[in-house]
């Protein structure tokens, strides 16, 4: 390997791979944040410094305005070129989408460029080709706390989960059983709910896990308060309309207590996104609903997280769900 001007290399007219804008994109701020991955992921070029491998990174490169690029110069007849610029290109192996729901957040698979299955993909129900309404009903409800956060109604006994159990907009609202929604999903689609949350009733779905907005240890707190208001006066306004409401357990350390104002001692019935590599989140999160509910056996749902987890809930006697993108490829 050797580093050369990136004015010495020369893209290769026939070159066979296309990457479309936003793609282009993502990969140009990819090697702005991840510049050595170039180090040990060189640019292939024969003796004529003509591209054989990496024609898209070199493009990426130029508009990040690299000046120097690292080339591995290979010393092949034609032959072996034209064949090398294919299999560079060709992918042998799957995904184990198992393994990546359990690992990473779609969110950040989807910024390295990695397509993930039901990740920006068309709503099913047509709710983005909807108009945005700026409707919220004119209402306060009753509060226990002084930021004014929704209480919720004290919920009868649950004893078990309404099926099917479906990321908001991953099903068309005609199957006929909308079951429970939950919203271990992109947060945009919350936006329409909190614009409209009529379209959940009008749904007819019997029960939802509490909308789940993004929120880090580096969320402002002011920010925070602001987002678990929404998702607790989304649920308690549901609630009022008949509509079972698992309280949403899901979101970081510095906001775990802040996130159990205007929920009643005594409520029993929870749910949570679980990840392989995040399980002391996940025993921290039981032991919140053991607090809240008072009883050593909550009832409480956990979605995703692999094999481990799973085992969690046996022991535990929680009811698990396995993670959408594993489901949708079978």
């Not at 008072?294 to 929680?318: R, S």
Request: proline share 7%; charged share 25%.
């Amino acid at each position: 390997m050797q580093v050369v001007s990136i004015s010495e290399i020369k893209p290769n007219p026939s070159n066979p791979r296309l990457i479309k804008d936003d793609k282009f994109k993502k990969l140009v701020q990819s090697l702005k944040d991840f510049p050595e991955m170039a180090n040990v992921r060189p640019i292939v070029v024969n003796q004529d410094m003509v591209i054989l491998g990496g024609n898209m990174r070199f493009k990426a490169m130029k508009e990040a305005m690299w000046k120097q690029v690292p080339v591995e110069v290979v010393d092949w007849d034609e032959a072996k070129q034209r064949e090398f610029i294919i299999k560079d290109n060709v992918g042998f192996g799957e995904w184990d989408w198992d393994s990546l729901a359990n690992e990473y957040m779609p969110e950040e698979l989807a910024e390295w460029g990695l397509d993930v299955p039901g990740f920006d993909e068309p709503d099913p129900d047509g709710f983005e080709e909807q108009e945005k309404a700026p409707w919220i009903p004119d209402c306060l409800f009753p509060s226990d706390n002084e930021y004014d956060i929704p209480t919720l109604l004290p919920l009868y006994p649950v004893s078990m989960l309404d099926i099917p159990f479906a990321p908001y907009g991953f099903q068309s609202r005609d199957n006929g059983n909308p079951g429970t929604y939950h919203f271990y999903v992109d947060d945009y689609r919350f936006d329409a709910l909190w614009d409209d949350p009529y379209k959940l009733i009008k749904s007819g779905c019997k029960a939802i896990v509490e909308p789940n907005l993004s929120l880090f240890n580096e969320t402002p707190k002011s920010y925070g308060l602001f987002l678990i208001y929404k998702k607790r006066w989304i649920a308690r306004f549901l609630q009022s309309n008949e509509i079972k409401v698992l309280v949403d357990l899901n979101v970081s350390k510095k906001f775990r207590e802040l996130n159990q104002l205007g929920i009643p001692k005594g409520y029993n019935a929870f749910a949570t996104r679980a990840y392989a590599n995040r399980f002391d989140d996940l025993e921290a999160e039981y032991h919140i609903a053991k607090e809240i509910s008072g009883l050593d056996n909550p009832f409480m749902v956990v979605y995703g997280g692999g094999k481990q987890v799973h085992k969690f809930c046996q022991e535990k006697n929680l009811i698990w769900q396995d993670n959408i993108m594993t489901l949708k490829n079978g």
